[in-house]
């Protein structure tokens, strides 16, 4: 089953913060982000195994609950560069193969 | 150079035709995916391959096969396509584990939209 994202979509002013989660019904190994421009493809952002860590890229965090079986990432004081269509990707058993969310649309205004 | 090329970037095709989608890369990988997103579904797993000779189905692979010609190509057929087929596709690729790259991470390629009228 595909991991649920939530919200679907948000708007933002330039420097605000942002949270989106990711919820799986299935036991986790690892959750991946990814983040897509308009008409681009999906570029890699940061992985999670799990253990609970918590990692960042830029002022772009997450961390993973593997008991809830969650992930949230965290988008601090945005950008405007930060606009886009954010999945989460997760593997049950370090297979390799990821099931994707639905994804959550971020729109961040001047 | 783009390290995963797809082709063709945009087709129109008619119910009943047959149509593949082609994906080739540079980086070396073992591991490559074909992907379909659709708005509001995210991106759906179609086939994966894990070496030249590892096929395995996805989430969603009725009405498509693949073929893994080799290790950098990785190809995607619809026999007869119908239009709920219509779809944005992506290729993608991504290490073995123990290489230098980061756990799975996966590489898209351009993508490749298809209308199916």
């Known amino acids: 089953q595909q991991p649920v994202q939530s919200p679907q979509a948000v708007i933002l002013r330039e420097g605000e913060d942002a949270v989106i989660n990711c919820s799986s019904s299935?036991?986790?190994?690892?959750v991946h982000w990814y983040r897509q421009k308009h008409g681009e493809a999906p570029v890699f952002l940061m992985i999670?195994?799990?253990?609970?860590e918590q990692k960042g890229h830029d002022k772009i965090s997450a961390s993973f609950n593997e008991k809830k079986q969650q992930s949230s990432l965290y988008l601090t004081a945005s950008q405007l560069s930060y606009s886009g269509t954010y999945f989460c990707g997760t593997d049950s058993g370090n297979t390799g193969k990821l099931i994707f969310g639905q994804g959550t649309t971020l729109q961040v205004k001047p | 150079d783009a390290d995963v090329t797809q082709t063709p970037r945009n087709r129109i095709t008619k119910t009943g035709k047959r149509i593949m989608l082609e994906c080739s890369q540079t980086k070396g990988h073992d591991r490559m995916y074909w992907y379909r997103q659709d708005p509001g579904l995210g991106l759906r797993l179609i086939y994966y391959s894990f070496d030249v000779k590892d096929i395995n189905k996805g989430e969603i692979s009725d009405g498509y096969s693949v073929s893994r010609q080799a290790q950098a190509k990785f190809s995607l057929s619809l026999e007869s396509a119908i239009p709920n087929q219509t779809a944005l596709y992506f290729c993608?690729?991504?290490?073995?584990?123990?290489?230098?790259?980061?756990?799975?991470?996966?590489?898209f390629g351009p993508g490749t939209r298809l209308t199916v009228l």
């Open positions: 299935k036991a986790l190994y690892s």
């Open positions: 993608a690729t991504s290490a073995r584990p123990g290489t230098s790259s980061k756990i799975n991470e996966q590489f």
């Open positions: 999670l195994l799990k253990g609970g």
